[in-house]
């Protein structure tokens, strides 16, 4: 059986419900990550589904180097930790260095592995001793079966909470293609898989100096992943996108949640009725 629990609370996998990881794409501040965090929460306790806020302190992969990175390593856990504590809610951020691993993992309670790092042995390992479950989104440039290595040196340091993220694969200039057959054979290798519906929308450097998007396919290709199966959905998502620091183009309007998470959630009953 694919199970393991995320939190004391919280497990993923096999007879679970579906895991909602959703927040804005940095920690812009922490006035807008309360707005967030207040809205999805609320959309997700309605529903029934467990909810983990998502922001990252610090994006070191953006396409410009004036582009606004975040708050940094301890204003950025500093915000993630009054979230927890004010919405009671469990915390995923991603890490980018081995040294940033240990302190992340004293607030967080998902540490998450960015798609172009997923092969980086020393972070890897860093990620997997601190004991936390590690969400890794498969790189770009990767084949499915290609997360089979990056489970083993995650199980090599001793930790087998491991979630595998799908978030679309490079085709061409400034475009990303999903492959759903990339869920059924992540799963495959024995973890619980995630979809991530905003980056599979990106269009990498599209707009020259940032990433660009297409929002609108955002519901459709989520509603897709539920149906072939999935253990958790990964969305950005901001009250205003066209105003947001990073990603907007992608990032799902916070008034859409509901609506989409309650046919996300429809069909992933179905799916588990039908296996």
Sequence with gaps: MIKFKLTETISVGDGQPLVIFAGPCVAESLDICRTIAE?????????????FFKASFDKANRTSATAFRGPGLEKGLEILATIK???????????????QCAPVAEVVDVLQIPAFLCRQTDLLLAAAKTGKPINVKKGQFLAPEDMKPVIGKLESAGNDRVLLTERGATFGYHNLVVDMRSLTIM??????????????????????????????????????????GIDGLFLETHPTPEKALSDGANSLPTEQLFNLLKNIKDIHGLVGKMQ
């Design 85 to 99: 504590r004010e919405f009671n809610c469990p915390i995923i951020t991603d890490v980018h260095e081995p040294e």
């Design 39 to 51: 809205k999805a929460k609320t959309v997700c306790d309605k529903l029934g589904l467990p909810y």
């Design 187 to 228: 799963r495959s290798l024995g973890k619980p898989v995630v979809f991530d519906a905003t980056h599979a929308v990106q269009l990498p450097g599209g707009q020259g100096t940032s990433s660009g998007g297409n929002r609108e396919f955002v519901p459709p290709l989520a509603r897709a992943a539920a149906a072939v």
